[in-house]
């Protein structure tokens, strides 16, 4: 079992910054892949970043490449969404995600993939 939580949220003026925070604890040793998805009301949830804990390596939906980072605190357990130059449609919900198989540039964004999710944080960006 993985528990995911995450924190960070909040409201913020449009062009600002937020970073979340997703702390993960239990069988973290067996987690591949965290992943960052948020979900708007009305709206499908949509995979934002995912970061490869054997090499950190990441990849980021289009709408928030070059805004959005996914460090990670291996000492911590914990990744990080750092998000900047926030805009009005990046408000969401915004969950984490934890995998245990494998996944591949094509599905990591499907979150049937995923078993293991925290309860979400608000992100409210106003103009």
């Known amino acids: 079992q993985v528990q995911l939580v995450e924190s960070g949220g909040g409201s913020v003026q449009a062009g600002g910054s937020l970073r979340l925070a997703c702390a993960a604890s239990g069988e973290t040793s067996r987690v591949v892949y965290m992943t960052w998805f948020r979900q708007a009301p009305g709206k499908e949830r949509e995979g934002v970043a995912i970061i490869r804990t054997e090499d950190s390596s990441t990849n980021y939906a289009a709408s928030v490449k070059g805004r959005f980072t996914i460090p990670r605190d291996n000492a911590k357990n914990t990744v990080y969404l750092q998000m900047n130059n926030l805009k009005p449609e990046d408000t969401a919900m915004y969950y984490c995600?934890?995998?245990?198989?494998?996944?591949?540039?094509?599905?990591?964004?499907?979150?049937?993939?995923?078993?293991?999710w925290g309860q979400g944080t608000q992100v409210t960006v106003s103009s």
């Open positions: 995600a934890a995998s245990q198989t494998p996944l591949s540039i094509s599905n990591w964004q499907y979150r049937s993939k995923y078993f293991y």
